[in-house]
């Protein structure tokens, strides 16, 4: 096991005693009590509207793999948030490429490439956000911060579909060569893949931020600050197994500054944290049991099937989450 994932269990295993420390499981189920079932609903339903705009995202980029099969792309994108929050060490990632494989044939490097972009996109959108309203920071810095995010997305893209001549040079720079081409053509397909991205978080932040500022009690503005931090902590290198430790420490870090307790705020996140995974299971299940027709004719087959797990693993670890 790496250092990496040894932190990971480590971050986990701290949550998980401090939970067992004065019986704080049955505080988690106090702070869910108070909560009201419409305001539960109100956050489901912000949660599977956040799904819907992220298969809209798939749909568009892979209008011409997908024909139209707008529920099959709402089907990859629930059993791939499902699979993230289930499998450890970022290892559900690794559906996102065998789905699109499965249901559109899509080549796995293409397919890898648009996970790429899409956890890119994902990352520049929380920090844009996290940059122009995070409290306490001058207005200039704010302005700067953001600039910076935005000029950074901008040319990333425009950077991958330029001219190189990597490939002529073989070995490694020859294979980084193949995922630059790939990377620019998931760039270039997407064609209002900005507007499905932007939608999709200000949503998901909207239900996240409604749902914690119950939770606490508190208000909404406080709700959006634990929300956010829950998912800059999201964009971390080393993760929580399954997220757990990393989200519940981001969020609980973001409300400090309003007055809101590490105890209290750690509790809370982990109420919102069990939350969003038990929608997102749910979405999953119910998406696994949707029968889906295979491609009539795969793209780029490859001879060993396994040789795809093993590639879109590895590949996948290096993702950010977005769950």
């Known amino acids: 096991m790496t250092l990496k994932r040894l932190f990971a269990v480590a971050l986990s295993l701290a949550l998980i005693g401090w939970l ?3 019986g704080r499981w049955r505080g988690v189920g106090e702070v869910f009590a108070r909560v009201p079932l419409s305001v539960l609903a109100v956050s489901a339903l912000g949660f599977g509207l956040s799904y819907s705009l992220r298969a809209l ?16 792309c709402l089907r990859i994108v629930l059993i791939h948030s499902a699979m993230i929050n289930v499998l450890p060490f970022r290892g559900g990632e690794a559906a996102f490429p065998l789905l699109l494989r499965q249901t559109f044939g ?11 972009w899409f956890r890119l996109q994902d990352a520049f959108a929380v920090m844009g956000v996290a940059a122009l ?8 810095l704010k302005l700067a911060g ?70 606490i009690p508190a208000a909404l503005d406080v709700g959006a600050a634990g929300a956010l931090g829950a ?20 969020a609980a870090a973001a409300l400090l500054p309003s007055g809101v307790a590490l105890g209290t705020g750690l509790q809370v996140a982990l109420a919102l944290h069990l939350f969003v995974i038990a929608v997102s299971v749910s979405g999953g299940a119910l998406a696994w049991l949707v029968p889906v027709a295979a491609p009539a004719e ?26």
């Open 231 to 250: 998912e800059l902590a999201a964009i971390l290198p080393v993760q929580g197994v399954a997220g757990f430790g990393t989200y519940e420490a981001g």
């Open 106 to 116: 899509v080549p796995l490097p293409r397919a890898l490439a648009s996970l790429f």
């Open 133 to 140: 309203v995070w409290p306490g920071l001058p207005t200039l």
């Open 20 to 22: 067992a420390a004065d």
């Open 146 to 215: 953001a600039v910076s995010v935005f000029a950074l997305a901008w040319w990333l893209p425009r950077w991958a579909r330029a001219p190189h001549a990597w490939a002529d040079h073989g070995g490694l720079t020859a294979k980084l060569a193949k995922l630059r081409d790939a990377f620019a053509e998931s760039t270039r397909h997407a064609r209002f893949g900005w507007l499905w991205t932007l939608t999709n978080w200000s949503v998901k932040l909207a239900a996240q931020a409604w749902l914690l500022a119950a939770l």
């Open 57 to 72: 995202r798939v749909w568009d980029e892979f209008r011409r793999h997908a024909s139209g099969r707008f529920g099959a």
């Open 298 to 323: 795969a793209s780029a087959p490859d001879a060993d099937p396994s040789a795809d797990v093993q590639s879109a693993s590895s590949a996948a670890d290096s993702t950010r989450p977005a769950p």
